[in-house]
């Protein structure tokens, strides 16, 4: 299984993007689908997700300015992102996981939003 994310990059503040991740390889219709993400000196820190059955959750940071969702049929999941400030720059990864599995990840894009 592979996870190939793009739509990273660089834009000022309160630019908008669009990530893309999507799954080739036998990995079904996951469980769930998402996004993490990692700026310079913290943990990796979940950003979104998104079920099978199109229930999602997005943390209190983003939440109003970040959307999830996913095309079942493609095994592929996005990230629309407006209104990006400073602190949103980071290395996005997107993952799926397989119920009873460990969480299967992309390569990570790059974001950087300058102020």
């Known amino acids: 299984v592979q996870l190939q994310a793009s739509g990273g990059g660089l834009v000022q503040a309160g630019e908008s993007l669009r990530l893309s991740c999507e799954a080739s390889?036998?990995?079904?219709?996951?469980?769930?689908m998402g996004w993490y993400r990692q700026r310079p000196g913290k943990e990796r820190e979940l950003v979104a997700e998104?079920?099978?059955?199109?229930?999602?959750n997005v943390v209190d940071s983003v939440k109003g300015r970040f959307t999830i969702a996913r095309d079942n049929a493609k095994t592929a999941v996005y990230l629309q992102m407006n209104n990006l400030q400073p602190e949103g720059s980071a290395v996005y990864y997107c993952?799926?996981?397989?119920?009873?599995?460990?969480?299967?990840w992309g390569q990570g894009t790059q974001v950087t939003v300058s102020s």
């Open positions: 998104i079920m099978r059955n199109g229930n999602t």
């Open positions: 993952f799926g996981r397989q119920s009873g599995y460990p969480n299967s």
């Open positions: 390889g036998n990995f079904g219709n996951p469980y769930v």
